[in-house]
Structures are given as structure tokens and as C-alpha cells.
């Protein structure tokens, strides 16, 4: 039996977007407090050293998602940014991913991406996406 593990980093951006293609109020200009995490997937723990014992360090994650974060996403109007004039939670996930995979993130597996405190999406190459809701607010926050 082979071992596996699958790890996350989790993150956040404040951005405001529009949906221009929607026929309800988020083709109207809004923002959200986003929060996603990147899941990376390994099947072989570090032997040595300071990293022994993990598939990878979260900081080494993070090192890979902050140029994205300051150049792209946090405080910005993410219709502005190539490959996202039509920014879905669905469109922003994948196009995470791919930035992640072209600047060679290790056993990327997939990318979760959370616009609401109920709604959010997760984009996988490996697997078919898949629409998800989560509880991520506490019960005052209705």
C-alpha cells in the first residue's frame, strides 16, 4: 500500500470583480473578502534536514502564491487582469492554477477559491472540478 499525503496552504485577497455576463446583481460591481488554498499532493516525506518529515513546507507554498497575491489579485479589480474579464470563482481558480503550474509549484494538485462564507469552487487537472459549499463564518455573521 502506498502512502499519500495531500497538504493545503490556505490564503486570502480582498478584490472587487464583476460578472458581465450575469443576468442577476453580481454583473454589478462588488468586492469579497476571498480565501482560498492551494492543495499539493506528495507520496514521499523529506528524509534530512530542516524540512525532514514533510512533503513540503507551507512557507515554500506561500514563497510561490505571493507573487500572484501583490501583483494580480489583492486590492485589485480582477477584470483588469489577463485572463480574467470574466471573473467567476470557477475562472479565478483555474487561473490560479495555471500560474502555479508554469512557475513549477511541486505536486500541485488543486486549487480551491471562496467568494462567500457558503460558496467556492475547487480546480483540479487531476480530477473533474467540483462545485463545493462550505461553512466558513461564524453563525452571527447572518
Not at 19 to 32: A, E, I, Q, T
Not at 78 to 105: D, Q, Y
Request: net charge negative; charged share 30%.
Amino acid at each position: 500500500m502506498m502512502e499519500e499525503w495531500l497538504i493545503y496552504k490556505e490564503f486570502r485577497f480582498e478584490a472587487a470583480h464583476r460578472l458581465p455576463h450575469h443576468d442577476g446583481k453580481c454583473s454589478r460591481l462588488h468586492g469579497h473578502s476571498w480565501v482560498g488554498r492551494v492543495y499539493v499532493k506528495g507520496n514521499q516525506l523529506i528524509e534530512e534536514g530542516s524540512k525532514q518529515g514533510m512533503i513540503m513546507d507551507y512557507g515554500d507554498i506561500k514563497t510561490y502564491l505571493k507573487p500572484l497575491l501583490d501583483n494580480f489579485l489583492d486590492h485589485y479589480y480582477l477584470n483588469e487582469t489577463t485572463g480574467l474579464e470574466n471573473p467567476s470563482s470557477e475562472a479565478i481558480a483555474k487561473w490560479v492554477f495555471e500560474r502555479l503550474e508554469e512557475a513549477g509549484l511541486p505536486g500541485l494538485y488543486a486549487v480551491e477559491i471562496q467568494e462567500t462564507c457558503t460558496s467556492g469552487t475547487r480546480y483540479s487537472r487531476s480530477q473533474k472540478s467540483e462545485v463545493r459549499s462550505q461553512k466558513r463564518c461564524d453563525p452571527g455573521d447572518f
